[in-house]
DNA sequence: CGGTGTGAAGCCTTTCACAGCA
DNA sequence: TGCTGTGAAAGGCTTCACACCG
């Protein structure tokens, strides 16, 4: 008998489903656009570092690596206004922009697992950037309690539904061996955690109402050697 | 004026291209098929692990995290053949599926940058497994050149290209901070590497015919922000 | 009977092309 | 004139449902 697990809960439709909230909700923005957002984040940052007033689609375009069409269709699914003839005021757009993607808030960030992994993580500039604090460290194995990397210490598993109430953890990331994964999505789930980043190499099961994105280093090589050996062209492994 | 840069080659349309072979070449499998066969590959060596003899579409769904459906037309367009009423062959899926994804072969990979990110994934434990093995580690800063990460040493960028030409170097896995990115990538298509896999946050652009894949950590932080405050669910972030 | 293989339908995304406005 | 905003068209992916076969 294959041992049975439960039931994978990967997000399957893509459907922008409607949640049953009073609120009418306006029009929802398609998941393929929210995951090019951030692109745009990131262009319209280096713009505004050099005092440019105005973009166009096309410019933007070129600086996120996509088509003119797709930006244009995208940023009309903000409500966000351009204007015909002369584009898009850069200020205003980083503004709506950062406002739809959550960025001004802060989000307090637990990583799970020091390993290689998780510490390099831990100590990655800009992945703290913006609004993303870390504000704990977790790990299962005694000996790693106690030790410090960067400015946090290492805390026990245990803890860890304290430590999401006292430090409002809003993003989990997961970065243990396969084995430890699910267990430790369970906690997090447990906790009151919403949003979690596996970053383990095995399918992770969460309830439908938690938000679960995954990142496979030995997935992506397989991708790549797949198209290598087919001398296909890879297509970018854009996350929708 | 915004500094021009070079246009931006992401793989755009996601057409399957049929290259101008004189091979006829029989179906192409869809990129979504493609980014799929990775999991099913781990599922099946989870089961063949357990001596089984068979699995259904539905067992092997479950494991992989996506619907039966899906299961039953990826593996239709690999021509690989169940048995109706019972299932596939799992010792026989294994084998198309590896050989499919180009898993029978080596894989030469070369790690560029060698800060925290670098040496993590230079330590890896699974990055190396299956066929993946890496064969040099290369940093621009000359501080760094000659120091010991794992089993190997770190050689100057400069020599880069004999580098690649000696190992065979298949795959290149950029890990520099953002603004060596495009140099690297750069470095690594003049000396012959058709797949590169980008973990530096910022668009790299390559030519046509080179396969470039992303993985940007601030970008799915990102999309987890935006659910989370949306109060929607996020997609599984499935590659495609 | 049970489970694969697959046409067909539906949905989402991308691209096109141009009306319309500053 | 120049560029946005957007209907419409086209394409790909997912899901359905069932014929078909071991």
Redesign the interface.
């Known amino acids: 008998m ?4 439960r ?6 439709g ?1 459907v ?2 409607r ?1 049953e ?1 009073d609120i009418p909700e306006a029009r ?1 923005i398609p ?1 393929a656009t ?2 090019r ?3 745009y ?3 319209l940052l280096e ?1 505004s570092d ?1 005092a ?1 007033g105005t ?1 166009s689609s096309e ?1 933007l ?7 003119a069409a797709k930006v244009r269709k995208d940023l009309s699914h903000l409500g966000s206004y351009g204007t015909r003839g002369v584009g898009y005021d850069v200020e205003h757009l980083v503004g709506e922009v950062s406002r ?4 001004t ?1 802060d ?1 307090p ?1 637990a990583i799970l697992g020091l390993g ?2 998780g ?3 831990a ?2 500039r ?2 703290g ?4 604090r870390i504000v704990a460290l977790v790990d299962a194995d005694p000996a790693k309690v106690g030790e410090t990397v960067g400015e946090l210490t290492i805390e026990p598993v245990e803890a860890l539904s304290r430590i999401v109430a006292d430090r409002r953890v ?2 989990g990331v997961i970065a243990t061996p396969a084995p430890a994964a699910q267990a430790v999505a369970d906690r997090l789930v447990a906790a009151g955690v ?4 596996n970053f383990a ?3 992770v ?1 969460v309830p ?33």
């Open positions: 294959i041992q049975p697990g039931r994978a809960g990967t997000a399957h893509a922008p489903r949640e909230s929802l998941e929210v995951a957002l951030p692109l984040y990131r262009a713009i050099q440019i973009v410019q375009a070129e600086l996120a690596g996509v088509n739809e993607l959550g960025l808030r989000w960030v290689n992994l510490r390099a993580l100590n990655y800009g992945f950037a913006r609004g993303f809003a993003i919403a949003s979690i980043l190499p095995t399918v099961v439908p109402e938690v938000s679960l994105r995954k990142v496979d280093l030995a997935t992506e090589l397989q991708i790549l050697s797949f198209y290598q050996q087919h001398r296909r062209r890879a297509p970018d492994g854009a996350r929708v």
